[in-house]
């Protein structure tokens, strides 16, 4: 049997941003980003998605929130949404590390954020 050490700490902390509120949630290590959103009742989701959804699974892009400070993109969409300033998929945020997210108006379909600057070198449909 080996014993906990300081930097095995089973939470992490998540900022929840919502409009002018803040919130600061304990996070188990290892969950994902919408779970824990949906848990502390910061659903990522509108009233309709929260029940038309694919329960996690990366295929209906309902769960959006914007990463401030946390990890990088793994999945394909994630990596377009980062690219071209749309807000990534909860579901697909493994909460390994502190982070800080901001929840999205829906009311606007396809929110772009307004500074985004998608890399003009980036890879071009029909190429190879
Ligand atoms: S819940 Fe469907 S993409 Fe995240």
Redesign the pocket.
């Known amino acids: 049997m080996t014993a906990a050490t300081a930097d095995e700490d089973p939470t992490v902390e998540v900022v929840v941003l919502d409009g002018d509120d803040r919130h600061v949630l304990a996070v188990e290590r290892g969950r994902t980003l919408?779970d824990a959103l949906l848990d502390a009742d910061h659903s990522p989701y509108t009233s309709l998605t929260s029940r038309l959804?694919?329960?996690?699974?990366?295929?209906?892009?309902?769960?959006g929130v914007r990463v401030r400070d946390g990890p990088g993109p793994d999945h394909w969409h994630d990596r377009l949404a980062a690219r071209f300033g749309y807000p990534r998929?909860?579901?697909?945020v493994t909460v390994d590390r502190p982070m800080t997210v901001e929840l999205v108006d829906k009311r606007v379909w396809g929110g772009r954020e307004p500074n985004a600057d998608p890399d003009p070198d980036g890879p071009r449909s029909g190429s190879r």
């Open positions: 919408r959804n694919c329960g996690g699974r990366g295929a209906c892009a309902t769960c998929l909860s579901c697909q």
